[in-house]
């Protein structure tokens, strides 16, 4: 069998460090990722904060994970919360993504209640998962919270995705 060869797209090759920290960022930001919004209620009521670090870790027990910089002003509240709600959003939910990052409304506004472990749900998310925080994991700049997912809710509709530094939808193609 005989190798085609096939004409090599120009990339750029570099060692992660400190001065190259952008070129890190381009390149992870090539990985496409779902869009996702964590609440949890604080003494000064319901926050959120918008990510797009959420993973799968295991169906049985079910284990989700997500991320938050240790240098954010709401790393203490979210890493301090016994129950969180992570809520995935649909491609139409762009306004509710703006209102958990800095500056944002936040709740201010928005349809949402408590469960009954008294974490904010935000209503009509393309899915939605009620967890327990099950560990934490300091690792390089950030925490990695693994929560135990307690209830989950999903619907039919579009993702709203992130791709280097832009948020969109999936497109369909035919196999």
């Given amino acids: 069998m ?38 949890v209620m604080g003494a000064d009521g319901p926050t959120g904060i918008t990510i797009n670090s959420f993973a799968s870790v295991s169906l049985t027990p079910p284990l989700v994970l997500w991320s ?27 306004d509710i993504m703006r209102r958990f ?3 944002g409304a936040g709740f201010q506004g928005l349809d ?10 935000i209503h009509n998310t393309l899915a939605r998962f009620e967890c327990t ?4 994991h300091d690792e390089g700049d950030h ?12 619907r039919e509709g579009e993702p709203l995705c992130f791709s280097r530094g832009a948020f969109g939808r999936f497109a369909h193609h035919a196999a």
């Fill in 2 to 39: 005989t190798a085609v060869a096939a004409e090599r797209i120009p990339e750029q090759i570099f060692v992660p460090g400190e001065s190259d920290a952008r070129q890190l960022r381009s390149a992870l930001g090539a990985f496409t990722t779902g869009v996702a919004v964590v609440t």
């Fill in 68 to 94: 938050i910089d240790r240098a954010s002003a709401r790393h203490g509240l979210f890493t301090g919360a016994e129950h969180s709600v992570i809520h995935i959003l649909d491609a139409e939910q762009d």
């Fill in 101 to 103: 990052t800095r500056g």
């Fill in 112 to 121: 949402w209640s408590l469960n009954g472990q008294n974490a904010p749900v």
């Fill in 133 to 136: 925080r099950a560990s934490l």
């Fill in 143 to 154: 925490t990695i919270l693994i929560a135990r997912v307690l209830r989950a809710a999903h």
